[in-house]
DNA sequence: CTGAAAGCGCTAACAG
DNA sequence: CTGTTAGCGCTTTCAG
C-alpha cells in the first residue's frame, strides 16, 4: 500500500463524483467521451492506479490464479509456469505460485493460501507423495475452478492437461522397429503412475502392431533415476539374449544407460539403440546425443491455463468445456536411435543460451 | 469468492461482535481465552477462512510479492524462484510472478500489475534489453521496497544480492593454474554487463597474482551461446600460440569450446582444460564432465527475500539493511580441467532424477 | 474484556 | 449521462 492516489481524488479534482470516476476508468457506456477523456487524464496526472484488493472486494473477482507445482527447480515444470504466466497476464490474470516440494501437507497449504487469497481459480500438478487426494476433489464440492496439468489421476474426474503418454510410447517404439532393432526393451517407471502404465502400454501395442513378440523378460521395473538406468543396462547385459534397444522411460534413467553402455564399451547406437522421454536440455549436449519424446511443456501451461478460465467464466456457457485435453508428443530422433541413414524428423530449436547471464 | 463464512457469521453464532471474533482470531491479548477457544471452534466448523483482501484493503498491507524474472524456462531462474517462494511462504507472503521475456516493455507492465495488486515488494532480476531503468528507480521515489537479484546494476542504487563474479573469475582461473595450465585463455561476456566485466577482471587478477603475463591476444571477446563457444575454439587454435586451457564465462559456450575441441580432436583436459561457469545440469552429463562455478541460486532467492523484508518491515528498524549481499561462488572441479590426480573438492549433489514425473 | 461505529477503495443498484 | 447510497469483509480506534 504505497501510493495514495484514489478515485476520490479524481472526483474532486473534476467536481464529480467516485461513482462516475469508476464508470469512466470502466469504459462503462453511458458515460460522455468528455467526461472518459477528463477523467483519464487526470488519472495519468495524478498517477492513479486502480487498487486491484478493493475492486475485489467490491466485485467478488481477484482476476488470480493460482499454481501448485511440486518444485520450481525442476524444468519441466518451469516451463509449464512460463506458459500459464504468458497467457494469463494476456488475459490479465495474475499468477501465484506455490510448491508442494512433492508432499501432500504443502499442497494442502497452498490450496488453504489460494483459497484465503481468494483466487478464481487453481492449476495443479500431483505431488509424489499424494494418496489421498480429498484436498483436491473437496475444491470441487467448493466449486473453485480447478485443472490438474501433467500429474493427473483420471479417477478424481477433475479436467486436465496431459500429453499422451501411451503414444509417446508407442512412437519411441516403433521409431526403434523402423531402425531396424530386433529386440526392443522397456526401462519402465513405477507402475503406481498411470503416466508410467500408459508408456508402458503404448511399448507393448507398438510391438504387437509390428508383430513383435512380447517378452517379459525385456522389461525392467525401474525408476526415473540415473541409478537405475545403470542398473537396467547390467539387467539387460546379462540376459542370455540381450536386447539391441532400449525405450527408457524418462531421460535420466536413459542417461544412466547411455553411461554403462559406454563404460562397458558397447557402442550406441550401433549395438544398441536409445531412446528416453522429456526431452531434456542435455539430450543434446551428451555424446550421443539422446533421441527423445518432447512433452510440450508450453502448450500444456497454455492449454491448462484457456481451460481454466473457460471454468471461471464458465456460468456464461457451460458449454466447450472439455474435461481433459491430450497433447500430442513430439518424438525428436537424435544419434543414440539413429542407425541407418535419417534425418531428425522435426525442426529442433536448439537452447542458444543460459540467459541468467 | 467461492465460501462465504465470513467474520460476522461466527459472531452471530455465538452472540458475540465481528470486532471480538476478529480480534479472537488475531489472538489479541485482551480477549479471554475461553472466546479464543469458542471462536476458533466455530471458525473451523464453518469452515472459515480469513478474506485476505478484505484484511488487506483494511490493514494496507497485502501480505504478497511480486518477482519479476526473464523467463521461468531458464533454469537458473527456476532456482531462484523456488529459494524465495519457500522463505516467503514460511513467512506468510504470497508470491506473485511476472516474466519480462527480456524486454523493458513487460517489465514496466509487471510493476504496474505489481503496484496494482499493492504488492509489499517487489524482487526483480533486470531484462537484457534494459538500457533505461527509470521504472526501477521510480519504485525507489515511491517507497515501495525493491531487491534485485542477479542481474544488478550498481549505479542503480538499489539494494542487491548477487554472486562475486569476480571472485568466481578469479577462482576458475586459479584453478587452471594449480592445475599446471600455462596459457590460460578466457572466452569473455559482453562487457556491458557487469557480471560479465567482474568475471574477466577475476581472471586477469588471478593471472597477475601468479605472475602469468596477460595476452590480449589470448582473451576472446564472446558471449554466452555455443555457437561463439565453437568459434572462440577456432579463434585460439587459429593462434600461433594457442593457449592449453579455457575458463569460458559460461556454461553454454563452454559446451561450444568442447564440441569444437572434441571436432577437432584435441583430448580434453590433456591438451586443453576448460571450466565454465554456471554449474548447469548438463555439466555432470556430458564427456568430459564440465568443471563449473555454482551460482548459489537457491541461497540467492533467499537471501533476496530476506532482504525485501527487512526493508518492507524497515520502519521499525532501519537498521540492519545490508545495501548489496555478495554470494560466495562455489567451484566444481570436474574432469574437463583435472588432469593431475585430484578428486573433486566439493560435495556433489546429483541431480538424481527428472521430476516432472 | 467486549461493543459500537467507522472506513479501507471500489462498484453496482437505483434513482433522476 | 451522472449522483446517491450502500456494502464487499475485515480491522481498529474509541468507549465502556
Known amino acids: 500500500m504505497l501510493l495514495k492516489t484514489t478515485i ?25 467521451a468528455e467526461t472518459k477523456k477528463l477523467v483519464n487524464e487526470t488519472a495519468v496526472r495524478l498517477n492513479y492506479r486502480r487498487n486491484r484488493i478493493a475492486s475485489s472486494l467490491r466485485t467478488g473477482k481477484s482476476h488470480t490464479i493460482g499454481v501448485i507445482i511440486p518444485s520450481a527447480r525442476i524444468n519441466f515444470f518451469g516451463s509449464v509456469v512460463h506458459g500459464i504466466e504468458t497467457i494469463a497476464s494476456e ?4 499468477t501465484l505460485i506455490y510448491q508442494s516440494e512433492e508432499t501432500t501437507e504443502l499442497e494442502m497449504q ?3 493460501a489460494f483459497l484465503g487469497a481468494r483466487v478464481d ?5 500431483l505431488a509424489k507423495q499424494d494418496t489421498d487426494f480429498s484436498h483436491y476433489t473437496d475444491l470441487k464440492k467448493k ?3 480447478l485443472v490438474l496439468f501433467d500429474r493427473s489421476n483420471d479417477s478424481l474426474n477433475i479436467p486436465s492437461v496431459v500429453i499422451d503418454d501411451y503414444k509417446g510410447g508407442y512412437y519411441a517404439t516403433e521409431h526403434l522397429i523402423k531402425q531396424g532393432y530386433k ?3 522397456h526401462l519402465a517407471g513405477p507402475q503406481r503412475f498411470q503416466t508410467f502404465q500408459n508408456r508402458l502400454q503404448g511399448y507393448k501395442d507398438a510391438l504387437r502392431a509390428y508383430n513383435y513378440k512380447q517378452d517379459e523378460s525385456l522389461i525392467y521395473m525401474g525408476d526415473i533415476s540415473i541409478e537405475k538406468g545403470k542398473k537396467a543396462a547390467d539387467y539387460f547385459l546379462a540376459l542370455p539374449e540381450p536386447p539391441d534397444a532400449v525405450f527408457a522411460v524418462e531421460d535420466f534413467s536413459a542417461l544412466g544407460l547411455i553411461k554403462r553402455y559406454k ?18 536440455d542435455f539430450d543434446e549436449h551428451i555424446s550421443p546425443t539422446l533421441s527423445s519424446i518432447d512433452q510440450q511443456t508450453v502448450q500444456m501451461g497454455r492449454e491448462a491455463f484457456s481451460m481454466l478460465l473457460a471454468l471461471i467464466e464458465g456460468d456464461k456457457s457451460q458449454v466447450n468445456i472439455k474435461s481433459k485435453i491430450i497433447l500430442e508428443p513430439i518424438p525428436y530422433y537424435r544419434e543414440s536411435s539413429v542407425r541407418v541413414n535419417q534425418k531428425t524428423t522435426t525442426t529442433e530449436t536448439l537452447l542458444e543460451e543460459a540467459d541468467n547471464f
Chains 1, 2 share one sequence.
Open 8 to 32: 476520490q481524488h479524481i472526483a474532486d479534482e473534476l467536481k464529480l463524483t467516485p461513482a462516475t470516476v469508476s464508470r469512466a476508468l470502466n469504459n462503462h457506456p453511458r458515460i460522455s
Open 91 to 94: 488475459y490479465g490474470y495474475h
Open 110 to 112: 497452498a490450496i488453504e
Open 121 to 125: 481459480g487453481i492449476l495443479a500438478s
Open 143 to 145: 466449486n473453485v475452478p
Open 183 to 185: 529386440r526392443i526393451a
Open 263 to 280: 563404460e562397458r564399451e558397447i557402442k550406441i547406437p550401433e549395438q544398441v539403440g536409445i531412446i528416453g522421454f522429456a526431452n531434456e
